[in-house]
Nanobody, 120 residues
Framework: QVQLVESGGGLVQAGGSLRLSCAAS????????MGWYRQAPGKQRELVTT???????DNADSVKGRFTISRDNAKNTVYLQMNSLKPEDTAVYYC??????????????WGQGTQVTVSS
């Protein structure tokens, strides 16, 4: 009943920029958190950044000063502006949401992932 759809991944040279989008759709009553995780081949999935219902932001140390999360509440959408990209940023980026449906069920949801590749 709820779907997260990511877009914006691709191939970019080191030092370049990408902008990711994630739109949540379905029977949503309220969103508590939305954000981004990433997973490189052979590595654990790790937090990148999140934004909560009050606008509070949590960032991984590795992306502070380079990545910026933002939201459009009317569209139930979050964005990730990635600047000064490094090869170590290469990973599949996953959108997630902690939300309550119109049926008053609070659940976690994940997007399908979008590939970001940064060449040196």
């Amino acid at each position: 009943q709820v779907q997260l759809v990511e877009s914006g991944g691709g191939l970019v040279q080191a030092g370049g920029s990408l902008r990711l989008s994630c739109a949540a759709s379905g029977s949503i009553r309220s969103i508590h958190f939305m954000g981004w995780y990433r997973q490189a081949p052979g590595k654990q999935r790790e937090l990148v950044t999140t934004i909560n219902s009050s606008g509070g932001i949590d960032n991984a140390d590795s992306v502070k000063g380079r990545f910026t999360i933002s939201r459009d509440n009317a569209k139930n959408t979050v964005y990730l502006q990635m600047n000064s990209l490094k090869p170590e940023d290469t990973a599949v980026y996953y959108c997630y949401a902690d939300l309550t449906t119109h049926w008053a069920q609070r659940r976690d949801y994940w997007g399908q992932g979008t590939q970001v590749t940064v060449s040196s």
